[in-house]
């Protein structure tokens, strides 16, 4: 288990993806970031491959875990600035991406990118809105 949680051995999606399902939201959190990561990489290699529908897919997967990774950070109160940073770099390595995109690749991408910082609006908000709270008790 500590060769996995360092990144050393690289789990395959579809099993990160199973685990996800069943784990507690702590768990949970970086499991969804770890699809996120993983699924950034491949839409990169399916795009430079010319698979764009494969591409698209796994965008799509980047941000529906990105998001679930939002949900359950908030949920349990934990690593919300980890997600942000994470998801703040995902982001930008999208951009990097559609930057060399044919053109009627790059919606989906682009939209994804409002998505990821739809997210991170969300969590810095939630970090913020949590301290003027503490703040006032």
Same mark, same amino acid.
Request: aromatic fraction near 4%; glycine fraction near 4%; charged fraction near 30%.
């Given at each position: 288990? =500590?060769?996995? *949680? ?5 789990? %395959?999606?579809?099993? @990160? /993806?199973?685990?996800?399902? &069943? =784990? %507690? ?5 970086? @499991?969804?970031?770890?699809? #996120?990561?993983?699924? @950034?990489?491949? =839409?990169? &290699? ?10 698209? #897919? ?7 875990? *990105?998001?679930?990774?939002?949900? *359950? ?17 995902m982001a930008e390595r999208l951009r990097d991406i559609k930057r060399t995109l044919a053109f009627e690749d790059q919606p989906p991408v682009d939209q994804a990118i409002r998505r990821l910082e739809d997210v991170r609006t969300v969590l810095l908000k939630e970090?913020?809105?949590?301290? /003027?709270?503490?703040? /006032?008790?």
């Open positions: 288990m =500590a060769a996995a *949680s360092c990144g050393a051995v690289e789990e %395959p999606v579809s099993v @990160l /993806k199973e685990r996800a399902q &069943k =784990a %507690p939201p702590e768990v949970c959190v970086q @499991l969804c970031i770890q699809i #996120a990561q993983q699924q @950034l990489r491949r =839409a990169d &290699k399916f795009y430079n491959e010319g698979n764009a529908e494969q591409a698209r #897919a796994a965008v799509d997967d980047i941000v529906t875990y *990105s998001e679930k990774a939002r949900d *359950s950070a908030i949920q349990t109160r934990k690593r919300l600035k980890n997600v942000e940073i994470d998801v703040r770099k970090m913020f809105s949590n301290k /003027k709270e503490q703040g /006032k008790q």
